[in-house]
């Protein structure tokens, strides 16, 4: 039997028992914090279990995709070493809310697997509860009695809590279970252990197929459980284990869940499966992972440094590593296995084609990012371990690799222990420590205590509607940092300045006693609710009401710049697509710059039209349409677009420009045409599958048309008679310039033949060897291009040439390769020694390397100290 016929009969069978079927909820989650991802089938059904929402039908029936590898449920550090664990895996079920009951549960599963996939009786075994005296829970005997009227008493096990008693997290909804397992191994190993002897005992062919889940109680923040307000069934089968079940294999992996991924990866790697374990270990883990990242990223989450994206960055990364490792995949290739899994599963799960094109496009990104992260760090840890004394390696130098070069520790753990080497993990940690210790100290700041003036707690912001106001200093403090000395922090009972917040800059401006005095407001920040501006010293009189006055051409550039973020978020997801969503943004008074979600690089062609898009809202003339106290829901329901990870209240602020809305608390223009032009001045990648977009609006823009007329000017006079068609004339001096470097080349090239005749007759012969050391007036180029050239006319050649260019020293070392054998003689290591001697270093092959250094005085000793290494 097929996949998808056994995922049908399985649908279709409780359709039959009064269950309508409902779609897969997303596997990513993103509007429950107790959670990442969807671990199990219940979890889009857990108002219903709590009874916060009644359900449209009281029985349904699914399949849900779900990913385990992070929390309680984590799976990760298995997949791939055995058969059955997965990362994503599919979850069939059925479910009642406060319907049926254990009965009707336990009756229809018996049914569909004996009667409907007609697995063998004697093959199957269920599990109940024994109960947890800590808890207060007694043994399930209603579950017991009903399995007791169906199996043979000796094919039911008690179970404790870790295997019987189903929780989704730390809290909420849960209760106990009943598994049942089944037994596919040969009758003689049956004969030899009974199958009853091996559940839940992580034997890879005495596996549980399907859990039953009593759910009764709700577990509390404080641990304790409460009885839910109704009794629900949750039940979830694991689909691929079904499927080896019924297909007869012995494996996840051998059925054609997997096969068709299985084979493309043998198809693209050459490599076999099922030949040796540690291609068998790779290839799982590769068809596992791309399932997951795929499915993932369909869902919207894109891989990251932090949370969700950062377990499925870490997923694939571990993908990229075994192909790396194992397969010998140098470039990317787990991205060319998107189109088999979209053949395979789009059917039931529609978006892995509607999202195809960011789904190969993230992966391939990732995959070339880590694969260069993986190359470079390899060889420092080569290096490391080849110039390490004894077999343990040094927490710092792990550290170094992990800090500077971008190399997971893991990692660097994983493959020292496959060379036989061990990680001093308790120096890493220290090093680690010493970091955040280092960071802590820079951004110290000493803070005295509250001097209150006024008791009024309560700071309103006027800042939407004026940017000067009489104001009266409620309360102030002393604060120090290494960075900005002394300052002091004041807070107001009314303010107009705006505090530094999504994404925007804090307002700067000045406070005017009645006499006159100032005191400059340099940044505006809010902490604990509060708002409070920073000056560098206090007014004279603190008692006095002051102007408290915004600088005007400041905010008024940044209310451009933010209200240009918002049309170009608009249009973005206009031209690129509605995957854009705003990762971050950062609003100066000078610039704005916009962090967002998307596969590759924005071309020209796709800039030209964001920006023309852009320009065109603010040509419309378009006016701020704004709300400032509505409800949340309502705000959503709109259209207005809220940001992933932000924190909102029950009323929020609508900012809205045209077909532009979005939930916002920063200040924006009254109208379109006050930013009065929109330009991009720069693109470029954040992270994979993280662009950035770099802008100027307002004054910036026309001090850039400015600064552009004046260069073209400037070109013009330089040009002089050909000024009139200044274009033609750059490229006529582009020709002419390309002209003279061939020419340059060539009389190098010329110089260095006739040199060549020259050194070949000053060649020493030490011990068997040519030898040569030599300062040379030669670019590296030509320098390379000479050994080359000398290397081809000996077999038992030895060249060290060192040049000086602008200060900049070299050594290059050459050594035939018949000379690397016979005389132990390594050119990577030549270089790295004498090196030091031009305060540089370098390295490279042992028949080919260089180095750099600073040093020209060092060179005649390096020259002297080269003929040592064949003496």
Known sequence: MKSREIRKQFLDFFNDKGHAI??????????????????????????????????????????QKCLRVSGKHNDLEEVGKDTYHHTMFEMLGNWSFGDYFKKDAIAWAWELLTKIYKIDKDILYVTVFEGADAEGLPVDQEAYDLWKAIVPEDRIILGNKNDNFWEMGDQGPCGPSSEIHVDIRSEEEKAKTPGKDLVN???????????????????????????????????????????????????????????????????????KYNKEEEINIAIRVIADHVRAVSFAIADGQLPSNTGAGYVIRRILRRAIRYGFTFLNQKEPFIYKLVDTLIKQMHEFFPE????????????????????????????????????????????????????????????????????????????FLEELEKQKNRSRAATKVETG?????????????????????????????????????????????????????????????YLESPNGDVVYIIDTKKENNLIIHL????????????????????????????????????????????????????????????????FSKVTAEELTQVE???????????????????????????????????????LVRTVKFGESIELCGGTHVKNTGDIWHFIITGESAVAAGVRRIEAITFDAAKEYFANQTDAYNQVKAVLKSNARDPVNAITALQDENIALKKQVEQLLKDKAKGLKTELKATLEDVNGVKFLATKVALDQGSIKD????????????????????????????????????????????IVRELGKLIQGGGGGQPFFATAGGRNPEGIPEALKKAKDYIL
């Open 612 to 650: 023309d898009f852009v320009n065109a809202r603010i040509r419309e003339q378009l006016p701020l349409q704004e709300n400032r106290a509505t409800p949340f829901q309502e705000a959503v329901n709109q259209g207005a677009m809220a940001l992933f990870g932000e924190k909102y209240g029950d």
């Open 201 to 271: 005992q992580d034997h890879p062919q005495v596996v549980e197929i399907w859990n039953l889940v009593f759910m009764e109680f709700n577990r509390k923040a404080d641990g304790s459980l409460e009885k839910l307000p109704a009794q629900h069934v949750d039940t979830g089968m694991g689909f691929e284990r079904l499927c080896m079940v019924l297909q007869d294999k012995k494996s996840n992996y051998d059925t054609d869940v997997f096969t068709p991924l299985i084979r493309e990866i043998e198809t693209i790697t050459n490599a």
């Open 22 to 63: 409902v779609p897969s909820a997303p596997m990513v989650i993103k509007d429950d914090p107790t959670l990442m991802f969807t671990n199990a089938g219940m979890n889009q059904f857990k108002e219903f279990f709590l009874g916060n929402k009644t359900p449209k039908n009281n029985r349904v029936t699914d399949t």
């Open 535 to 598: 000056s560098k010293n206090l007014p004279k009189n603190l008692n006095d009401t002051f102007k408290a006055v915004v600088d005007t051409k400041q905010r008024n550039r940044t209310a451009a710049n933010h209200t240009a973020t918002h049309l170009l978020h608009q249009a973005l997801r206009s031209v690129l697509g509605s995957h854009v969503e705003q990762k971050g943004s950062m609003v100066h008074s000078g610039y704005l710059r916009f962090d967002f979600s998307h």
């Open 352 to 427: 892995l084609k509607k999202e195809k094109n960011i789904i190969v496009n993230v992966i391939k990104e990732e995959e070339n990012s880590f694969l260069r992260t993986l190359a470079q760090g390899l060889v420092l840890l080569d290096n490391i371990i080849s110039t390490n004394d004894g077999k343990i390696i040094s927490g710092a130098k792990a550290f170094e690799l992990y800090d500077t070069y971008g190399f997971p520790i893991d990692l660097t753990a994983l493959i020292l222990e496959e060379k036989g080497y061990g990680l001093d993990e308790e120096g």
């Open 449 to 509: 205590d509250w001097e209150v003036l006024i008791d009024d707690p309560i700071e309103e912001f006027v800042g939407y509607d004026t940017l000067e106001t009489q104001v009266r200093l409620t309360r102030y403090r002393k604060v120090a940092s290494k960075k900005e000395g002394e300052m002091y922090q004041l807070v107001f009972n009314i303010t107009p300045f705006y505090a530094e917040g999504g994404g925007q800059v804090g307002d700067k401006g």
């Open 786 to 829: 000479l050994a080359f050239e000398m290397g081809n006319e000996y077999n038992n050649l030895y060249l060290l040439f060192a040049s000086e260019n602008d200060g900049k020293v070299m050594l290059t070392c050459y050594v035939s390769k018949e000379m690397v054998k016979e005389k132990n003689l390594n050119a990577g290591q």
